[in-house]
């Protein structure tokens, strides 16, 4: 249960990355996919320091992890 709520977070944190971020956008699919990787990132950064519960714990953490990803990957890309 706990796989599926995570996945679910992601996905909703990647979207909400994508809208957060300023720029062109790399499109949906990627901006989930930033979302899951990122997402995963920062729920194991974040549940090793201090458990977050509930849904919208997790959608915030995951979307600060996707954020710091984007913001990394456009750095890398920029140079």
Do not use: E, N
Request: overall charge positive; aromatic content about 8%; glycine content about 18%.
């Amino acid at each position: 249960m706990y796989l599926i709520i995570s996945l679910i977070a992601c996905v909703i944190a990647g979207w909400l990355t994508g809208l957060l971020m300023k720029g062109k956008g790399y499109g949906l699919l990627v901006d989930l996919l930033l979302g899951l990787v990122g997402g995963f990132i920062g729920g194991w950064l974040v549940g090793h320091v201090f458990p977050i519960g509930g849904l919208v714990g997790q959608v915030l953490v995951r979307m600060l992890g996707a954020v710091i990803l984007v913001f990394l990957i456009r750095l890398i890309r920029r140079a």
